[in-house]
Nanobody, 119 residues
């Protein structure tokens, strides 16, 4: 099993910045993908950004260069630096870790952290 604990959410004014962190523990394989997803009220959960253990990144189009994902493999921790925040970024942000075992692909989720951007 894998446990994910997020931190760093909060309330910020439009144009401000926040940094989210997610620490993973448990049975973590040397090859995995960690990422951030978000879910706004009344909307489906959507991808924000992912990063592999080799630091290959992928971003949603709406990030527009405002967010940066990074990770520290030694600490099994992933970060999301969010700049130029907009009210539309208001959502619960979830950390995700994906890895494959003998049963196939496995996905683990954190409990989520609230990000609220005021106009």
């Amino acid at each position: 099993q894998v446990q994910l604990v997020e931190s760093g959410g909060g309330l910020v004014q439009a144009g401000g910045s926040l940094r989210l962190s997610c620490s993973a523990s448990g049975n973590i394989f040397s090859t995995n993908v960690m990422g951030w997803y978000r879910q706004a009220p009344g909307k489906q959960r959507e991808l924000v950004a992912t990063i592999t253990t080799s630091h290959t990144t992928k971003y949603a189009n709406f990030v527009k260069g405002r967010f940066t994902i990074s990770r520290d493999n030694a600490k099994n921790t992933v970060y999301l630096q969010m700049n130029s925040l907009e009210p539309e970024d208001t959502a619960i942000y979830y950390c995700n870790l994906g890895q494959a075992d003998r049963s196939g692909p496995q996905a683990y989720w954190g409990q989520g952290t609230q990000v609220t951007v005021s106009s």
